[in-house]
Nanobody, 115 residues
Framework: QVQAVESGGGLVQPGGSLRLSCAAS????????MGWYRQAPGKQRELVAR???????NYADSVKGRFTISRDNAKNTVYLQMNSLKPEDTAVYYC?????????WGQGTQVTVSS
């Protein structure tokens, strides 16, 4: 089993920044994708960003140029730097880790962008 533990959510004003972290632990031997989804109230969960073990990245159009995903393979940790935050970024953010075709999910961390 793989566990994913997130940290870094909170309340921020529009235009502000937050950094999310997600650390994987447990039976780790070959992590592939790491990334983040988010789910706002009344909306479907959507992919925010993901990163391969080699550093290749994909972003949702709505966050391109504002969010940056990165990972530290030695620490089995993925990060999401969120800048220029907007009220529409408000959601619960879920980390995911893929290993041998299986997705493992974090518990979710709330990000609220409000003045």
């Amino acid at each position: 089993q793989v566990q994913a533990v997130e940290s870094g959510g909170g309340l921020v004003q529009p235009g502000g920044s937050l950094r999310l972290s997600c650390a994987a632990s447990g039976s780790i031997f070959s992590i592939g994708f790491m990334g983040w989804y988010r789910q706002a109230p009344g909306k479907q969960r959507e992919l925010v960003a993901r990163i391969t073990s080699g550093g290749g990245t994909n972003y949702a159009d709505s966050v391109k140029g504002r969010f940056t995903i990165s990972r530290d393979n030695a620490k089995n940790t993925v990060y999401l730097q969120m800048n220029s935050l907007k009220p529409e970024d408000t959601a619960v953010y879920y980390c995911f880790i893929t290993q041998i075709g299986v997705n493992y999910w974090g518990q979710g961390t709330q990000v609220t962008v409000s003045s």
